[in-house]
């Protein structure tokens, strides 16, 4: 079963950041938090990982909360195209390969 | 780099058929995972391989499925015979070890359609 819990669903306007929330309260020393999403007909796409500290790429950044049991995925400047369904997971780290564990993960839909 | 690739895009087969779906990872990636999400699903873990051999198939439905990865290289998963209930997407994806915190690659799956 996942560990994480989401909203169902979100809305965001374009060009507006978007702000992902994800609750992993009972998530371990060893675990990272991964988030994925799915655009329609694709499949998942990997968008950014971290285990305490902040993170940034490209794409978008993860804040942490210092006690780790909870962390937001922000999209600074979310477009029609960041419309998908986003996955947080946690994931064990000391065990090569570990598979991700899908729950239902958030539905974002960005409007003009 | 090229994705990870999956072949055929889509599939639509008989009750009783059997269908033999192939990914092929990216290059140089020792893990190698399958995924399916039925109608209405969450995306569900099916097996994981280390190279060619099968390190987690706790995921697998049922015998019909048999997934090989001879040679470590590409994989297959067959279902033999398949069921309506068998009707999804199969994604597959791949990660480099010893990174043992590399992200999984997915590819953009096989819609597989039983009828």
């Known amino acids: 079963d996942a560990k994480t819990t989401q909203p169902p669903s979100m809305d965001c306007a374009e060009g507006r950041a978007a702000n992902l929330p994800c609750n992993h309260s009972t998530i371990s020393g060893n675990e990272y938090v991964y988030w994925y999403r799915q655009i329609h007909s694709q499949g998942p796409q990997y968008i950014i990982h971290g285990l305490k500290n902040n993170e940034t790429n490209e794409m978008a950044s993860l804040i942490i909360t210092e006690d780790r049991k909870s962390s937001t995925l922000i999209l600074p400047h979310a477009t029609l195209r960041d419309t998908a369904v986003y996955y947080c997971i946690v994931r064990v780290m000391g065990q090569a390969g570990t598979a991700l564990i899908f729950g239902k993960g958030t539905t974002l839909s960005v409007s003009s | 780099e090229a994705g990870v690739t999956q072949f055929p895009s889509h599939s639509v087969i008989e009750k009783g058929q059997t269908v033999t779906l192939r990914c092929d990872p990216i290059?140089?990636?020792?893990?190698l995972y399958w995924y399916r999400r039925v109608m209405g699903k969450e995306i569900k873990f099916l097996l994981h391989f280390v190279k060619e051999s099968k390190q987690d198939e706790s995921g697998m439905p049922n015998n019909r499925f048999l997934a090989e990865r001879t040679g470590g290289t590409y994989s297959t998963l067959k279902v033999q015979p398949a069921e309506l209930e068998d009707s999804g997407v199969y994604f597959c994806a791949s990660s480099q070890v010893p990174s043992e915190n590399s992200p999984l690659h997915f590819g953009n799956g096989t819609r597989l359609t039983v009828t």
């Open positions: 290059s140089g990636h020792d893990n």
